[in-house]
């Protein structure tokens, strides 16, 4: 890891335990990994006729997660959503970097935040190869690396009239344990411990990504709800799409709510993680085969139609197929804000 002039000598301490993590992590991706921590620069040496994959995500305290959030969920989940968007574009993860700014060095925080990243470092293969520390109020940058088969990382924009639309898992979850935590709703106890870890230790759906390359016409994570995040698939494909409220999928928890928040917090809320995708009906069979390989619940959930106006448009059908009016609508089409108030 890189320190700049404005570093401190404590600093330096943070980077040497970043690196005692990094350099302790051996695995397959390391291949595609030439250089590592401890030059000016790593060095990827992508698999032949691959194309490499990018991206960041800034976690800020107060807005992306509490103040005083567990370190070590912290440290898992940060490059877990990351890893959610390599698996997004159907990539496989190579590396990651990690810039984070402390507003003090605390060893016991610094410790445990390392062992939660360093786990979601080791069960995705992902290893650690640079960044930078600071000091600041607490933010943790995190860029990470992929690699896909040339031509074949899936994008937002091919969705085509016609295709289904799925979606991973189960949705709203998060948005439930989020609820309960800020008081909105009374969920008891047992019922907020089956579904904690989906806001705290999101699953990136890796192996599904690359099991939907050739198959996915389009596909993106859910981090900001899913029917807010559709609408990207829908603006980058220039499509409509008509959706079947009662269809999506959510877990036994969240079907204990009332049926307005069940689908209030499935369709719009945020910090899933599941990919939602499109694909032509003749891949119906395909992708209910890796349904089963994965044992991950894939769900069609609805229908990509031709673009009619000016504004990409979610049809949202009710239980009957009839369609629900703006005003009706409106609460499942907004994205969830993260913390902002
Ligand atoms: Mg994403």
Redesign the pocket.
Known sequence: MSSHSKSLGEFDLIERFFKTGANSLRTTADSAIALGIGDDCALIRPPADEEIAITSDMLVEGRHFFAGADPELLGRKALAVNL??LA?MGAKPLGFTLAIALPMVDKIWLEAFSKGLFAASYDYSCPLIGGDTTAGPLTISITAFGSSPTGKAIRRSGAKAGDDIWVSGTVGDARLALAALRHELNLPNADLQNIAHRMHQPTPRIELGIQLRGIASAA??V?DGLLGDLRHILKQSQVDAEIQLNQLPKSITLQKQGIGIQNQFAASGGDDYELCFTAPSTQREKIHTISKILNLPLTLIGKILPKKDVEVRIHLLDASGIELSNSEAAPFLNSFDHFAS
């Open positions: 959610s968007d997004a993106l994570d981090s």
